[in-house]
C-alpha cells in the first residue's frame, strides 16, 4: 500500500486486493494522466506566445505549473512502485526523494514570490515595472531553487556522512525516514519547515491586507488579485496539510482499523495529488489573456 508522508509519497507494508490494487493504481495513473495533459497544454501556450515571456508573473506562473508537473510524476511512478516492486534500490529511492523534496518547497516560496508580485502590481505600479523584470524573475526562479536545494541536500550528506555503504546498495520501502534514519535530519526539518512556514504565511497575510486596504478605493484589478491572494492561502494550506499526516493517518488508523488503507489512499489523492491540480484552475482559467490564448491552442 501507498501513502503519503513528509512531503513525500511513502510505501507502507500493507497490501490491497488484487482488484482493489489494480483498481487505485488505474486511478492514480489516469489522474496524473489527465493533470499532465492540462498542465502540458498550459506550458505549450506559455511558449507559443511571445506576450507572456515578458509578464513576471506569466513566468512565475509556468514555473510552478512545471514543478507541480514534476511533483505529480514523481510521486506517481513511487505509488506505481509500491504495488509492483514494493521495495527498491536505497540509491534510486534517495534520487526521488529528494526530487520531491525540492519541488515541494519550490511550490510554497513560489506561491509566495506570486503574492509579492501582486501586491506590487497593485499598491505599488509605478515601481512593478522597474522592480519586476523578467531577468530578476528569472533569477528569483534560481533562488527559489537554490533555496530548495539547500534545505534538502543536508539530509543526503548526513546519511552518507553516517550510514554504512552497504545501506545505499541495500533495497527498502522508499520513504523519507528510511532513507534518511538519522535523527539529526528529523530536527533540522523542523527547524526548517517552522522557519519556511513563518516566512511563507507572513508573506500571503502581509500582502493580502494590504491588497484589501487598497482594493475598498481601487479598481477591479485590486478585488482580482486580492481573490487570487486568497486563492494562494488555499493552495499553500494543502500544501501543508503535507506536516500533519503522520498523526492525522495515525488518528485514521485507529477510528477505521479495517479501512485503514482506503484511508490512506483517500489522504494520497488529497494531500499529494489535489493541491498540484489547483494551478491550472487558479491562473490558467482564471486570468481572461491566458484563457483567450488557451482556447486557441484547445481548438487547434
Not at 506550458?43 to 510552478?64: A, D, E, G, M, V
Not at 520531491?100 to 503574492?115: P, V
Not at 533555496?147 to 533495497?171: M, Q
Request: some cysteine; charged content about 15%; glycine content about 2%.
Amino acid at each position: 500500500m501507498n501513502a503519503s508522508s513528509t512531503n513525500v509519497t511513502v510505501v507502507l507494508p500493507y497490501r490491497d486486493s488484487f482488484t482493489k490494487a489494480v483498481t487505485k493504481n488505474v486511478i492514480v495513473v489516469l489522474l496524473g494522466i489527465f493533470i499532465t495533459y492540462i498542465n502540458g497544454g498550459l506550458i505549450q501556450t506559455f511558449c507559443k506566445h511571445q506576450i507572456f515571456h515578458i509578464n513576471p508573473r506569466y513566468i512565475l506562473f509556468i514555473h510552478l505549473v512545471v514543478n507541480d508537473t514534476i511533483q505529480v510524476t514523481v510521486t506517481i511512478i513511487l505509488f506505481v512502485i509500491s504495488y509492483v516492486l514494493h521495495k527498491i534500490n536505497v540509491s534510486i529511492c534517495c534520487i526521488f526523494i529528494l526530487i520531491t523534496l525540492f519541488t515541494t518547497e519550490n511550490t510554497r516560496l513560489n506561491l509566495a514570490c506570486m503574492a509579492v508580485e501582486c501586491f506590487i502590481a497593485i499598491c505599488l505600479p509605478l515601481r512593478h515595472p522597474r522592480v519586476c523584470t523578467v531577468n530578476r524573475t528569472l533569477m528569483l526562479i534560481v533562488l527559489i531553487w537554490a533555496t530548495s536545494i539547500l534545505s534538502a541536500l543536508p539530509d543526503l550528506f548526513i546519511t552518507l556522512a553516517k550510514e554504512p555503504l552497504d545501506f545505499f546498495h541495500s533495497r527498502v520501502f522508499c520513504v523519507a525516514q528510511t532513507v534518511f534514519p538519522n535523527p539529526l535530519i528529523i530536527k533540522k526539518k523542523n527547524i526548517m519547515f517552522s522557519t519556511f512556514l513563518v516566512v511563507v504565511w507572513v508573506t500571503i497575510f502581509y500582502t493580502y491586507f494590504r491588497i484589501l486596504f487598497t482594493a475598498q478605493t481601487a479598481s477591479k484589478d485590486a478585488t482580482k488579485a486580492r481573490n487570487t491572494i486568497i486563492l494562494h492561502g488555499f493552495q499553500l494550506l494543502l500544501c501543508m496539510v503535507t506536516y500533519v499526516e503522520p498523526p492525522l493517518k495515525q488518528a485514521l488508523l485507529q477510528a477505521f482499523p479495517k479501512n485503514h488503507i482506503d484511508s490512506m489512499f483517500a489522504c494520497y489523492i488529497i494531500i499529494q495529488i489535489l493541491p498540484r491540480s489547483l494551478s491550472p484552475i487558479i491562473y490558467g482559467i482564471r486570468d481572461k489573456t491566458f484563457r483567450r490564448y488557451l482556447k486557441r491552442h484547445v481548438l487547434c
